[in-house]
């Protein structure tokens, strides 16, 4: 049986144990309601992990691929249970989409440890009329959802949508009890203004989420703008320095792109020299890793709570009124970010499912 221990316990029976041997035996009563704890006895400490589902277009472009990579190899901050995938306008249908989400975790070492789910092709305006079938276009990952959501004993189950909101909007339509279990945490919106490619590819289903009462964090991108993730940027030539030969020897995986490659490191050298640059100096911008980043560490940005807005057609409405409260995640510190990825890559441990 697990001792889940309070703070204040914590804090006392710390002190105690540096004060040295001879009050290490004192047994500790602590006030009504508390357990009694004797120090000499062993702790055990609750897990502090942070339990996530990640759903991804993983051939969009180049920055899921980083942000998958960052998150398998942060063992010490995460459990993943799972891995679901959605197809957005770019990188081919829902099956181009799950290659390359193999291929990325063959490349990490967790294929097969983890579970991988295909979600939706299309989008949630069309699919929402057939969710009560047995099967649909995105059941396996939406149906992987919510019976993670229902088995989950975390505090809140994360969910950590870097693509289009398809599959968390249909699970929460099937199953709104799981409201109730999760956060969801989107790489999404240029919030205040207007456009961005996730929300683009599904509007009716970041709309749908904003209608409900769940716990919804927006991580900005902002394109150009040094206030959302599009800021969290690096140059090929970065790239070429850094990540060479990082993270776990594999068998080979055939890439995207052609060639084999046996860790991820040299896989993301290759996407790097497949890609076009933009700005000065010439940079690409790993959007979807800075999402990993602020869940792994609030500090890395800025956060604030605001009543939650709509999208209409004329862009976003405030709702001063709204009692319901959504998070917005801004000004990310680049630096900061970027050194823990480099670390991480070079001391993986990689990440487990429960």
Same mark, same amino acid.
């Given at each position: 049986?697990?001792?889940?221990?309070?703070?204040?316990?914590?804090?006392?029976?710390?002190?105690?144990?540096? +004060?040295?041997?001879?009050?290490?035996?004192?047994?500790?009563?602590?006030?009504?309601?508390? +357990?009694?704890?004797?120090?000499?006895?062993?702790?055990?400490?609750?897990?502090?992990?942070?339990?996530?589902?990640v759903d991804t277009d993983a051939n969009n472009e180049l920055d899921d691929q980083h942000a998958l990579a960052y998150l398998f190899f942060n063992g010490k901050t995460f459990v993943v249970e799972g891995v679901t995938v959605n197809?957005?306008?770019?990188?081919?249908?829902?099956?181009?989409?799950?290659?390359?989400?193999?291929?990325?975790?063959?490349?990490?070492?967790?294929?097969?440890?983890?579970?991988?789910?295909?979600?939706?092709?299309?989008?949630?305006?069309? $699919?929402?009329?057939?969710?009560?079938?047995?099967?649909?276009?995105?059941?396996? +990952?939406?149906?992987?959802?919510?019976?993670?959501?229902?088995?989950?004993?975390?505090?809140?189950?994360?969910?950590?949508? $870097?693509?289009?909101?398809t599959n968390i909007a249909l699970a929460l339509a099937k199953e709104p009890a799981i409201a109730e279990k999760i956060k969801i945490v989107w790489l999404g919106s240029n919030y205040p203004e207007r456009g961005e490619y996730n929300?683009?590819?599904?509007?009716?289903?970041?709309?749908?989420?904003?209608?409900?009462?769940?716990?919804?964090?927006?991580?900005?991108?902002?394109?150009?703008?040094?206030?959302?993730?599009?800021?969290?940027?690096?140059?090929?030539?970065?790239?070429?320095?850094?990540?060479?030969?990082?993270?776990?020897?594999?068998?080979?995986?055939?890439?995207?792109?052609?060639?084999?490659?046996?860790?991820?490191?040299?896989?993301?050298?290759?996407?790097?020299?497949?890609?076009?640059?933009?700005?000065?100096?010439?940079?690409?911008?790993?959007?979807?890793?800075?999402?990993?980043?602020?869940?792994?560490?609030?500090?890395?940005?800025?956060?604030?709570? $605001?009543?939650?807005?709509?999208?209409?057609?004329?862009?976003?409405?405030?709702?001063?009124?709204?009692?319901?409260?959504?998070?917005?995640?801004?000004?990310?510190?680049?630096?900061?970010?970027?050194?823990?990825?480099?670390?991480?890559?070079?001391?993986?441990?990689?990440?487990?499912?429960?």
């Open positions: 049986m697990k001792v889940y221990l309070t703070r204040r316990v914590y804090l006392l029976l710390s002190a105690l144990l540096l +004060a040295g041997p001879n009050q290490n035996s004192m047994a500790i009563s602590q006030t009504q309601g508390e +357990a009694k704890v004797l120090a000499s006895d062993p702790i055990p400490v609750a897990e502090n992990k942070i339990h996530v589902i197809a957005t306008k770019n990188g081919g249908d829902i099956e181009e989409h799950m290659k390359e989400a193999e291929r990325v975790m063959r490349m990490c070492g967790v294929f097969g440890k983890i579970p991988l789910l295909k979600g939706a092709d299309k989008s949630f305006k069309e $699919i929402l009329p057939e969710i009560k079938n047995k099967s649909f276009d995105g059941s396996e +990952a939406v149906d992987f959802i919510i019976e993670a959501c229902k088995k989950s004993e975390s505090e809140k189950l994360v969910l950590l949508p $870097i693509g289009k909101l929300k683009e590819n599904d509007v009716d289903s970041m709309n749908y989420i904003l209608s409900l009462d769940v716990p919804f964090e927006m991580v900005t991108v902002r394109y150009g703008k040094q206030s959302g993730t599009a800021n969290i940027y690096v140059t090929q030539e970065e790239v070429f320095k850094q990540m060479p030969g990082l993270g776990p020897g594999t068998e080979p995986v055939t890439g995207r792109h052609g060639g084999l490659f046996y860790n991820f490191g040299d896989y993301s050298v290759n996407l790097f020299s497949h890609c076009d640059f933009y700005g000065e100096p010439p940079h690409r911008s790993l959007f979807d890793m800075a999402a990993v980043a602020i869940l792994k560490n609030p500090d890395f940005a800025e956060r604030k709570v $605001i009543p939650c807005p709509k999208l209409g057609e004329k862009g976003w409405q405030e709702q001063a009124w709204n009692k319901r409260k959504i998070t917005i995640w801004e000004n990310f510190d680049r630096q900061a970010i970027l050194k823990d990825f480099y670390e991480v890559m070079k001391n993986y441990e990689l990440a487990k499912t429960n």
